[in-house]
């Protein structure tokens, strides 16, 4: 077998394969037909009825000619049969054959759009069986050439990869049926291994990434299909320009990954989904991301997850380091400062300070600086400006609440100030709002107004 080549776990394509190998091709009525000549059958029938072993014996010292004729015949037939032989034998090469993608790969130097021209054709036949090795052969191809090779033919292979990832996606990930589901997804994390891959799957289609987390939103998934298409994840945080915009773009990532490690019982899914949250926490500037982990109780999980006892020494590492980054980000995220400039923006966010007891501890005797400055820009966003979105209007609102609740605690004398203010009027007539949130902090708030007016 050539080394280190992708090898498909699917019973279902083996099956296929082998119906197609057993299959004979009526060469004599096609020579006639002039679909083919009688040099090209003759390195076709020497190979009939036999294994393996045999074939590639025979191929072994004519790698060349073959992988010629091999794409010659596949770009000019119109002879299905002979499309399913040529599929499934190219298969077999490049899995078992070493050094004869190096021999479909120099034919580029002829043509810039061979050999995936040759195979990319046949990616939407109505033979699943073709499609399939089309994609399983396109990916080898791929991921077989080494860094000079694919420097060399990156503007001449970038085509075919989003074409490959488009029918990955479309076609096999998107599908019900749950064999070519697993297919893809292994297809899709082998090409993920390779960096130049994963960027121009990210410059790609933004469903892209949508349509491979889908895979994990279904009850009952089968197990190694989620782990592929968890490494696939995986492998996306390797390259720093993804990770820097994933908190953005997907910030589902994180929740997804917090719940995998969590709940799964499968201790090589809770090792990828921990090696990704840490692989997103450890790029520089990681304060978004961080917020972000922290928003969905992440810190409360990790630490759970560090309590428990696991045989993989890696992953207990990776829990280890990923507890001391989310707490050293912890710490500056706590400060007043941080508190301050996202009052100025005038949009809250369940950010670290408005959760942290110890930021109230250390921090709710700033809030009578400045006349109670902060105090007061803190209960002007109850209301908020006419240009902000409501989803954001009640994120004001119940962030507002409790904080005020926060500050009440920890500084009783605020309750004088804020009763001036008329911050108690103001929260309580949000016990009639709309945002099941508002409500629970607005009632939370009241209360705890109540409570102080009784003890007072």
């Not at 408005?354 to 921090?363: C, M, P």
Request: glycine content about 2%; some cysteine; hydrophobic content about 40%.
């Amino acid at each position: 077998m050539a080394t280190q080549v992708l090898v498909i776990d699917s019973v279902h394509l083996d099956e296929d394969k082998q119906i197609a190998r057993n299959r004979s091709v009526p060469w004599t009525i096609y020579v006639k037909s002039r679909d083919i000549t009688e040099d090209e059958v003759s390195k076709f029938k020497v190979l009939e009825k036999k294994g393996i072993e045999d074939k590639i014996a025979i191929i072994g010292n004519n790698k060349d000619s073959y992988a010629t004729t091999i794409v010659n015949l596949l770009n000019r037939t119109t002879k299905d049969d002979i499309i399913r032989l040529l599929s499934v034998l190219t298969n077999d090469l490049l899995i078992e054959l070493d050094g004869f993608q190096e021999s479909l790969l120099a034919l580029n130097k002829i043509d810039s759009s061979l050999p995936y021209a040759a195979f990319s054709k046949y990616l939407n036949s109505p033979d699943q069986v073709v499609s399939l090795l089309s994609s399983y052969n396109l990916t080898l191809l791929f991921v077989l050439q080494d860094k000079t090779q694919l420097a060399d033919n990156l503007k001449d292979t970038t085509p075919f990869i989003n074409e490959l990832y488009q029918y990955l996606f479309e076609k096999l990930l998107s599908n019900d049926d749950i064999n070519l589901q697993f297919i893809g997804a292994q297809l899709l994390k082998e090409l993920l291994s390779v960096k130049i891959y994963r960027d121009l799957f990210w410059n790609g289609p933004n469903k892209w990434l949508k349509d491979l987390l889908n895979l994990f939103e279904n009850t009952t998934p089968d197990l190694q299909l989620k782990y592929y298409a968890l490494l696939s994840v995986w492998l996306l945080t390797f390259n720093k320009d993804i990770v820097n915009e994933l908190p953005n773009q997907h910030p589902e990532i994180v929740p997804l990954l917090l719940n995998i490690a969590k709940e799964s019982v499968k201790e090589k899914l809770v090792r990828v989904a921990v090696s990704s949250l840490l692989n997103l926490v450890s790029v520089d500037n990681n304060e978004a991301i961080v917020k972000v982990v922290l928003l969905h109780k992440g810190l409360i999980t990790v630490k759970k997850l560090n309590e428990r006892k696991w045989t993989d020494e890696e992953l207990k590492v990776d829990l280890e380091n990923l507890l001391t980054v989310v707490n050293e980000t912890v710490i500056t995220l706590t400060t007043f400062d941080e508190y301050e400039n996202e009052l100025k923006t005038g949009k809250l966010t369940w950010s670290p300070a408005h959760k942290a007891e110890q930021f109230w501890i250390d921090n709710s005797a700033v809030f009578k600086e400045q006349n109670w400055k902060h105090l007061k820009t803190l209960l002007s966003l109850l209301e908020g400006s006419s240009d902000l979105e409501p989803s954001q209007k009640y994120l004001n609102q119940a962030i507002v609440c409790h904080d005020v609740a926060e500050l009440l605690k920890h500084l009783p004398e605020s309750l004088d100030v804020l009763n001036k203010l008329g911050a108690k009027a103001k929260i309580m007539a949000l016990l009639n709002s709309p945002d099941a949130n508002v409500k629970y902090e607005a009632l939370n708030a009241t209360q705890t107004f109540v409570s102080l007016v009784f003890n007072h």
